[in-house]
């Protein structure tokens, strides 16, 4: 990126959504849902712009367009762990509403089931030139950007998580998901996941108590694996 590249997508209030989306009036509201409607209640669109979060110290610019992000490209390797298909859906949101937004480069990293990144050097272990569980695609007409990758594991400090970036028209917009606790602990009591030491669990994440519980996945049974949707919508 360019020193041009400016930060798009803040968490947005609820009072502020609404303005965006033309229902900030009362009256607005209650032609809507009812005449003891109001801003506090009213019911939020599935696009509604999410917390941007750290990027970390592990973002690399690997420029890999790939759907299938567990291996390294180089050598073939396939990082091992329970399959994981992401889909993000992506939307501008406007006065207009939700419009599902074509165009934008949707890019993930994470750390593999133990716990560590590809093409980073750090106290966990060096791994510069690998880019095993990297990669981006670029969304379709309906705003789809769909990623095969693993469960992620954990590392000391942090909770489990993966990280996003959606970039457009050189604005960017960075944040992580996160994942259920109680599936964590199902997946990491078998290998490949299992490892020694006291896992950080989302209640204690610095980072995730910043907005985590808005970026949480909500995944389901996909064959030996699971899947999920995230929906995010961009207010540029």
Not at 38 to 48: E, H, K
Not at 90 to 118: E, F, H, K, N
Not at 126 to 155: M, N
């Amino acid at each position: 990126m360019d020193n041009d590249d400016k930060p798009i997508g803040r968490i947005l209030s609820r009072r502020e959504v609404l303005s965006v989306l033309g229902l900030g009036g009362l009256a607005g509201v209650g032609a809507l849902i009812g005449p003891r409607a109001s801003a506090q209640n009213t019911p939020l669109p599935s696009c509604i712009v999410r917390p941007a979060l750290t990027e970390g110290p592990y973002f690399v610019d690997t420029q890999l367009n790939r759907s299938d992000i567990r291996s390294d490209p180089s050598t073939g390797l396939v990082k091992p762990g329970v399959p994981l298909v992401l889909r993000f859906v992506v939307s501008r949101v406007s006065s207009g509403g939700c419009t599902l937004l074509p165009g934008a480069m949707v890019d993930i990293w994470q750390c593999d089931a133990q716990g560590i990144y590809s093409g980073v050097q750090d106290r966990f272990a060096d791994t510069r030139g690998q880019k095993w569980l990297r990669g981006h695609q670029i969304t379709d007409a309906q705003g789809v950007a769909q990623f095969t990758t693993i469960y992620p594991g954990w590392y000391p400090g942090r909770t489990v998580h993966i990280h996003f970036k959606i970039r457009y028209q050189n604005r960017d917009f960075t944040s992580q998901l996160f994942f259920d606790d109680a599936l964590s602990d199902r997946i990491f009591a078998n290998p490949p996941y299992l490892k020694v030491g006291t896992r950080t669990r989302n209640a204690n994440d610095g980072i995730y108590r910043s907005g985590g519980s808005q970026l949480l996945l909500n995944l389901t049974s996909n064959g030996a694996g699971y899947a999920a949707t995230f929906d995010i919508g961009l207010n540029l």
